[in-house]
């Protein structure tokens, strides 16, 4: 679902620009709240593995591929404000090195990958968990329907602004009759993928997914005839970090060899939103990328002429760039937060 140059108008871009501005300016204030000793490593890796499994296009219907958001996978993983974060980096990375969604469009593609799906998913996620049985199942059915949910949310984002700033003069009916069809085609391999990979995290550190925090009842005590809550069992720190540094290096691997390798046997067929633009006439006035003569345009590696290895080398590098840049945004917002919680300061503010 990224949008190219030329598809929305430029006012309509500028005020998109405008909203994805301030919503990241939000979630970069509460990120700091996200991102504690678990968190932090771990939302890096989220950004990264997100780029590497976007690399790999599935079919959904005749002629038509769908690949990951990640709103709703980062949302449950690491928060939703880091999610927005998370998603956004993805999208640059994209946009700069790939040429992958128009660079005038970048407040369009956060808006409605980053904001919008994030937004969506968390919300409902949050309602089921709330309904469901306290188990660590319940999480991956609410992340399942979650992320169902989130992609055609997406599209009809996508349809409003189309509707309010497209440049060519179409039927919007039958543009969001479109989007939405496919798009909730796209929205089931979505869910699968998000169930699969916080199925498989809670599975070895629950404690690692945001979402997942508060799953167990504290133990209640009995005290002079009240219930109370009992007192946290000492931590592990020893175990917990070779644990965490596991789970971490796991993904990173896995990360690479999706992108390294997995990716050059993905659909080739057009995603949902090309398929559509296409088919309804909304690509007409598409404008040339920027970044179209870049090294990494249209992931492959420029002067390589095996096509495997070219593809493989730009996903790698496109991993690395993007665990390296997420890592280092979410560091620092960790070191504010603890800057801003350190002794001295809550000494002065008492």
């Keep these: 679902m990224h949008v190219p140059d030329g598809f929305i108008n430029a006012p309509v871009s500028a005020a998109a620009g405008v909203v994805a501005a301030g919503a990241v300016a939000v979630s970069l204030r509460g990120a700091r709240r996200e991102l504690d000793e678990r968190t932090a490593p771990l939302a890096g890796l989220v950004a990264a593995f997100i780029f590497a499994v976007q690399m790999l296009n599935f079919p959904v219907a005749a002629g038509t591929s769908g690949h990951l958001l990640g709103g709703a996978l980062a949302a449950i993983l690491v928060g939703p404000f880091t999610g927005v974060l998370c998603v956004s980096v993805v999208l640059l990375m994209q946009g700069v090195l790939f040429a992958d969604g128009g660079l005038t469009a970048l407040g369009v593609n956060i808006t409605d990958m980053a904001i919008t799906t994030t937004l969506v998913a968390y919300l409902v ?108 069992a000492a931590p592990a720190p020893v175990a917990a970090r070779g644990s965490h540094r596991k789970v971490w290096i796991t993904g990173l691997v896995t990360s690479l060899v999706l992108a390294g390798f997995v990716s050059f046997y993905a659909s080739a067929d057009p995603d949902g939103l ?24 249209g992931y492959g590696v420029k002067d390589v002429g095996d096509a495997r290895l070219s593809g493989g080398l730009a996903g790698v590098i496109g991993v690395g760039v993007t665990v390296v840049a997420g890592s280092g945004i979410f560091w620092v917002l960790r070191r504010r937060r603890t800057a801003d919680t350190s002794p001295s300061q809550i000494t002065e503010t008492l």
């Design 274 to 297: 090309e398929k559509v633009a296409h088919d309804k006439g909304i690509d007409e006035k598409t404008e040339k990328h920027a970044s179209d003569g870049s090294p990494l345009a």
């Design 125 to 232: 996620f949050r309602g089921l968990v709330k309904v469901l049985p306290r188990k660590r199942r319940s999480i991956t059915v609410a992340s399942f329907v979650a992320a169902l949910l989130s992609v055609p949310a997406a599209a009809v984002v996508f349809t409003l602004i189309y509707a309010i700033g497209g440049t060519t003069d179409v039927s919007i009916g039958k543009v969001a009759t479109a989007m939405v069809g496919v798009h909730v085609l796209i929205g089931i391999g979505e869910a699968v993928i998000t169930a699969l990979t916080v199925g498989a995290v809670v599975a070895v550190r629950p404690d690692l997914v945001y979402g997942a925090r508060g799953l167990n009842r504290p133990l209640k005590l009995r005290v002079a005839g009240e219930l109370v809550d009992a007192p946290d």
